[in-house]
């Protein structure tokens, strides 16, 4: 198999051994910190992954995705704060578990349940990924339009918020996307006159605004409980055998889960998570156990959201759709690098792709084996109040992005996005749909013209097709599903009496 | 509580706006027919479509109660602040000097930060950005103005 043949060699060499390594590590360490989740992680350090070279810049993206998933977790046990809001589920069991002097069981549970959930997500990877690819290598291009298209429909409208809302975000975002100067015909639109806006928006600008900074302005007013002492010792974290045997389902379980929700665009860990603690509850013995530090109740969404993480790059790399705006933004990194993800990465780039899903596994076993010394270090960076942290983190987004192209320029269009972003928060518009928009506007763009122009001008060919006709089918019933639930669901509550977002 | 859904009929509104801008322009980039698109054909679907779902957003939302939403004056004055400093400041003084001054600013945004850990913490991440970007990735760009 090719991942043994080329995959091994390519990501051992010493360079992206470093990088894995710094990924995971940062990671970690990002995730750790509470208020700020992997989308955040991978913003900051994006202008940094600009200096390394294609694979190794991804290897590291890539590190310091599921190296903050990680990190989150720890945060949610000891602190009951999640780093992420798909921790958010094991804060339910996992804090009780350390209040109840079981911290170590539950974070070396975190770790294991990780563990196996991010190998079972790089096993579906490897069958999985060159099977979609060949698949998709028979796409025209209003195929790959509706593809696009449903991806953008699933992602904006499942979740909690209005779907309404959500395409609007997709609009946005695909509108943001046009600026700059258009391929086909020269003219650069809506630059407002300004040569800097040429090109268009920079992706990790506006994601490092819209997630970093107004994430970081709004978590500055939530109160921190300052006195925790915690401390976990090595020791505390031996299972006992009932643990083990208590765990072991959930995890395989939670898995597959995970994977289910991980490959389908729209849904992404957060849900994973909350799936795997939704069927555990339900085919548990004895369900009044959870919500009390029933392990079963981290096994399983743990392995879940690291599965999820994991199958989360099979549309992206094998077709070039993201599923959420993480992956979005990975896609964006890999476009800017000159590598286009798709049905032909597999046979362009064989190196990279089996290479990439190797450094997968590496640094899962890292994340696994390197965490348990490293725990003491964790806690103490727990510990560091936010109030000092989150000046540090601004002053590091300023930097990265002036870095990005050393203009000034950047830095105040940095300013209008928080600003933006902030306000988006305010009224509750998700920024997560913008972004995928953003990224996939050119592309949609172009198979649209594409496809237009092989069809001579008649849109009724999209539906025609068969590919085509059917994705554009499931788009509109998920659509008219989403649309129908949410109403339903908001009059079931009367205004004064609904949850706040 | 107030009559109407604040949140989303500002929103709904500023995006509306946004679509019609969006609309506008793209008329002036030409339209073309669908076999050959004109630069503005895109723009000019996806502007109207926003102004579309603005509607659907804001009306239902006039006739609606909802939550209205809080603005954290303080560290959005802050950040801002902050931002716009290192904008101004950068090229004058340098990256390094820049981010202290971020600091110094940002830091101002949260009640318990005292003037002293402000200090402290500016010139630690000062020094922090020093060694990632000046000394690690090595930007071409002085760290501080005058230095080489």
Wanted: some cysteine; proline content about 6%.
């Amino acid at each position: 198999m090719e991942l043994f043949t080329i995959g091994f060699p390519a990501a051992v060499t010493p360079d992206n051994l470093l990088y894995c390594f710094l990924g995971v590590f940062l990671g970690t360490f990002i995730g750790v910190l509470p208020g700020i989740g992997g989308i955040t992680a991978v913003s900051l350090l994006l202008p940094i992954s600009f200096y390394l070279d294609p694979m190794t810049a991804l290897i590291f993206l890539s590190g310091i995705y599921y190296g903050a998933e990680y990190g989150g977790s720890l945060a949610s046990v000891l602190l009951n704060l999640p780093g992420t809001a798909s921790n958010a589920i094991t804060c339910l069991d996992g804090y009780p578990m350390a209040q109840a002097g079981r911290a170590g069981v539950a974070l070396l549970t975190t770790k294991v349940a990780s563990f196996a959930g991010g190998c079972f997500g790089i096993l579906l990877l490897i069958f999985l990924s060159p099977l979609m690819s060949s698949l998709a290598l028979s796409f025209g291009a209003a195929d790959y339009f509706t593809a696009m298209l449903l991806g953008l429909i699933a992602a904006s409208t499942v979740g909690r918020g209005s779907p309404l809302k959500g395409i609007a975000m997709v609009v946005l975002g695909l509108l943001l996307g046009g600026i700059g100067m258009d391929v086909n015909t020269g003219i650069a639109r809506y630059n407002l006159g300004l040569l800097e806006l040429q090109d268009g928006l920079h992706i990790a600008i506006i994601a490092m605004g819209l997630f970093g900074v107004s994430e970081l302005i709004a978590s500055a007013t939530i109160p921190r409980d300052k006195n925790k002492r915690l401390s976990v010792s090595m020791s505390s974290m031996i299972p006992t055998r009932d643990d083990v045997r208590r765990a072991l389902l959930p995890m395989l379980r939670g898995a597959g889960v995970g994977s289910v929700f991980g490959t389908l665009p729209g849904t992404g860990q957060s849900i994973a998570s909350f799936m795997s603690y939704a069927l555990e509850k339900r085919t548990a013995r004895d369900p009044s156990r959870f919500g009390q530090g029933a392990i079963e109740g981290i096994a399983g969404p743990e392995a879940s959201n690291n599965a999820a993480v994991q199958t989360a790059f099979i549309p992206t790399l094998s077709l070039g759709i993201p599923g959420t705006a993480t992956m979005a933004i990975l896609l964006a990194a890999m476009l800017m690098q000159g590598i286009t993800p798709g049905p032909n990465l597999v046979s362009d780039h064989p190196e990279l792709f089996w290479g990439l899903i190797a450094s997968f596994w590496i640094g899962n076993v890292m994340l696994l084996i390197l965490n348990i010394p490293l725990i003491g270090l964790w806690i103490r960076i727990l510990a560091i109040p936010y109030n000092l942290l989150y000046p540090s983190v601004i002053a590091l987004i300023c930097v990265g992005v002036y870095s990005l192209n050393l203009n000034i320029f950047d830095v105040w269009v940095l300013l209008v996005f928080s600003l933006i972003g902030y306000g988006m928060r305010l009224v509750g518009f998700e920024p997560a749909p913008l972004i995928l928009g953003f990224v996939l506007g050119p592309l949609i763009e172009e198979n649209f013209r594409r496809a237009m122009l092989l069809a001579r001008g008649d849109f009724l060919e999209l539906f025609m097709r068969p590919i085509s006709g059917t994705l554009i089918a499931v788009s509109a019933v998920i659509v008219i599903w989403r649309i129908y639930s949410f109403a339903r669901q908001r009059s079931r509550y009367r205004p004064s009496e609904a949850p706040a977002d | 509580m107030a009559r109407i859904d604040l949140k989303d009929v500002i929103g709904g509104a500023v995006f509306g706006a946004v679509g019609l801008f969006f609309f506008v322009k793209a008329l002036g980039y030409g339209i073309g027919t669908p076999r050959n698109m004109g630069s503005g054909f895109v723009p000019m679907s996806l502007g109207l479509a926003a102004m579309i779902i603005a509607v659907f957003i804001v009306v239902p939302a006039l006739r609606r109660e909802g939550v209205q939403p809080q603005i954290a004056w303080r560290p959005l004055v802050a950040v801002a602040a902050s931002i716009a400093g290192f904008a101004l400041t950068c090229r004058w003084l340098g990256y390094v000097p820049a981010t202290a001054l971020v600091v110094l600013f940002a830091a101002a945004g949260s009640r318990e930060n005292s003037a002293l850990k402000t200090i402290a913490l500016a010139a630690a991440a000062a020094a922090g950005i020093w060694l990632v970007f000046g000394l690690g990735l090595r930007i071409p760009t002085p760290p501080i103005r005058g230095l080489s």
